[in-house]
């Protein structure tokens, strides 16, 4: 479906990202703004699980390592 383009310590980030941005979602009730950490938190926890980024590919862009022939 997708080609893998995230890999490694990027999709570690994009993981981890993602999560504090969510956990600042519903730590932060009071921001007008914290809609925006769902937004990026969703994103970026997505890109992560799917181990696929749109830009990347967009660009031609992958962080996998090359493969071994």
């Given at each position: 479906?997708?080609?893998?383009?995230?890999?490694?310590?990027?999709?570690?980030?994009?993981?981890?990202?993602g999560?504090?941005?969510?956990?600042?979602?519903?730590?932060?009730?009071?921001?007008?703004?914290?809609?925006?950490?769902?937004?990026?938190?969703?994103?970026?926890l997505?890109?992560?699980?799917?181990?696929?980024?749109?830009?990347?590919s967009?660009?031609?862009?992958?962080?996998?390592?090359?493969?071994?022939?």
């Open positions: 479906m997708f080609k893998t383009n995230v890999g490694g310590i990027d999709r570690i980030l994009r993981i981890a990202v999560v504090a941005l969510l956990a600042a979602y519903f730590l932060m009730p009071g921001m007008g703004y914290r809609w925006v950490f769902i937004v990026l938190g969703v994103i970026a997505g890109t992560g699980l799917m181990k696929t980024c749109p830009l990347y967009i660009f031609g862009i992958s962080s996998c390592p090359l493969s071994k022939r």
